[in-house]
């Protein structure tokens, strides 16, 4: 995740520091950072793994996108409820509960024998995320005092949003190519039990809060989601006017209707309607989906593409992603120094105009294309302009919110990503199916077989990077003219309005 799961911290006053030991300790910051690149990790690091994982659980090259849209999904889906969580049961017991679960899954997804038995852990591990990811942030902000201290603390932080998903696809690269990729989740099951027994000695714990759990919306909002991104793919598989394909969208549209219905009728509603009345954030989320929609597409494809077309191994076609990850690295430490003299809006204009360029050029890869200049030059473009648009998106998804709705704003905004990337990979997935298939229909004379399934895939992935395109595109067009430039007044974060660390993470970038 590009951006920081920002969440209502509540106040020093209300916290208990039952172990004795002052915030700002470096254990505590361990157990944080450890806990969010973890979490971070697991959206990437079974990517490059992703063929391995088919041959030896029998996946459908439509059904592999679950393995990844199983764990964005519930992720997504349930994060602002596990912030809601986190404020009515206590920081530190929801961070507990969300980390054992998530290390209980991850041993079970290691263990799987079966497709059906790796998606169900798979989205065990999104809920638990989910549970813990929005703690993280507040008992940083609690644990170290405002200042040297803290701003030390939230650049680690930051750093580990920006690069922790590109570490994951080398990660498991490396995992999958020396042991297995059951690996990529074995090595969370240390990690947790070590976080499960450390957090309840050095983290301090958060006054309960009363407030009621919006049930309905939280599950409403997954299901018709899930149900939504299952219609795409069945689609891919089975066809557009197959009943299941259609019984799919009907139960999503139901679902999302329902979600809502409650949302506009619940007390404490986990999403809350109004903060979608903004031109500036409104635009700024759907611009965020079609942002992620194309570069998770992107990840997805061409990892596949560089270990079926050009015989990369995992561990080699995690370090060809390396030419992006340290573009996207160095732009996300020069934006916040250049932004208060370009502005916001140059800033989105300019990021989503290279990627765009980026991905058009990666899109034009074929069977015999070259990692060099064709695919490591296009990845290098795709990561200065996702750096460059990802800060000012992320402000402009927060900005002039009130602070009672400053963590849901913040969740709504990760919530984006998780959304886009699932519903993205499920469009592209049909775009995949299409042209393989259109592929196998004329195949090339005189070519093998191995040849033949090596033009099909490099096909499908053209054809899936395009559409990629044109998500970037759609989300430029956003930016253009659904977003409009704020007056200096209202170029306030909602780290001015209700808390200090969101200050340092988001900077104001309309100057």
């Known amino acids: 995740m590009t951006s920081s799961l920002i969440s ?23 157990i944080i950072l450890a806990c969010y690149l973890m979490i971070v ?70 263990l799987a024998q079966s497709a059906v038995w790796l998606l169900s852990a798979r989205a065990v591990q999104g809920v638990g995320a989910a549970i813990a990811a929005p703690s993280t942030l507040a008992l940083l902000t609690i644990s170290f005092r405002e200042g040297p201290e803290r701003t030390r603390a939230l650049a680690f932080y930051s750093a580990i949003a920006g690069a922790g998903g590109s570490v994951g696809l080398v990660l498991g690269g490396m995992l999958t190519d020396w042991i297995s990729w059951r690996w990529g989740l074995f090595i969370n099951v240390p990690i947790g039990l070590s976080l499960v027994l450390l957090a309840p000695r050095y983290l301090p714990e958060t006054e309960r809060r009363s407030g009621r759990f919006d049930l309905t919306g939280a599950a409403t909002s997954t299901l018709g989601m899930t149900t939504l991104v299952y219609g795409f793919v069945r ?46 954030r409104s635009g700024a989320y759907i611009a965020r989906v079609l942002l992620v929609s194309g570069m998770f597409g992107m990840f997805f494809f061409l990892t596949q593409y560089l270990q079926g077309a050009l015989g990369f191994s995992p561990l080699a076609a995690g370090l060809a992603f390396l030419p992006m990850t340290v573009a996207m690295f160095a732009m996300v430490r020069v934006v916040p120094r250049i932004a208060p003299r370009v502005g916001s809006m140059r800033l989105m204009i300019a990021g989503l105009t290279v990627a765009l360029i980026g991905m058009a050029w990666l899109s034009r890869i074929s069977a015999d294309t070259q990692y060099f200049p064709q695919i490591a030059m296009p990845m290098m473009l795709l990561g200065i302009g996702a750096g460059v648009a990802m800060i000012p998106l992320t402000a402009a998804g927060i900005a002039g919110v009130a602070p009672g709705d400053a963590g849901a704003a913040s969740g709504l905004v990760n919530v984006a990503s998780q959304i886009g990337g699932s519903l993205g990979l499920a469009i592209l997935i049909t775009v995949f199916a299409a042209a393989s298939g259109s592929a ?48 200096p007044a209202t170029a306030v974060t909602h780290a001015e309005t209700a808390s200090a660390p969101a200050r340092e993470l988001v900077p104001d970038l309309d100057g």
């Open 8 to 30: 209502r911290a509540p106040a020093l006053r209300s916290v208990r520091q039952d172990s004795g030991r002052p915030r700002g300790s470096g254990m505590v910051l361990v």
């Open 41 to 110: 990790l697991d959206l990437t690091i079974v990517i490059t793994a992703l063929p391995r994982i088919r041959h030896a659980l029998d996946f459908s090259s439509t059904g592999l996108s679950w393995v990844q849209n199983a764990y964005a999904l519930t992720f997504g889906g349930l994060l602002l409820f596990g912030a809601r969580a986190g404020d009515i049961l206590g920081r530190r017991r929801v961070f507990v509960a969300g980390i054992a679960l998530f290390t209980a899954a991850s041993l079970m997804g290691g």
């Open 235 to 280: 689609a891919a598989s089975d066809g557009w006017a197959d009943r299941g394909t259609i019984a799919a969208f009907s139960a999503s549209a139901a679902l999302l209707a329902a979600f809502v219905l409650t949302e506009m009728r619940a007390e404490q509603p986990i999403t809350p309607l109004r903060l979608l009345i903004s031109r500036e």
């Open 440 to 487: 196998a229909d004329h195949p090339a004379p005189a070519a093998s077989l191995r040849a033949q399934a090596v033009h099909d895939l490099a096909d499908g992935v053209a054809r899936a990077l395009t559409v990629s395109a044109v998500f970037l595109a759609l989300a430029l067009a956003v930016v253009m003219f659904v977003i409009r430039r704020p007056p």
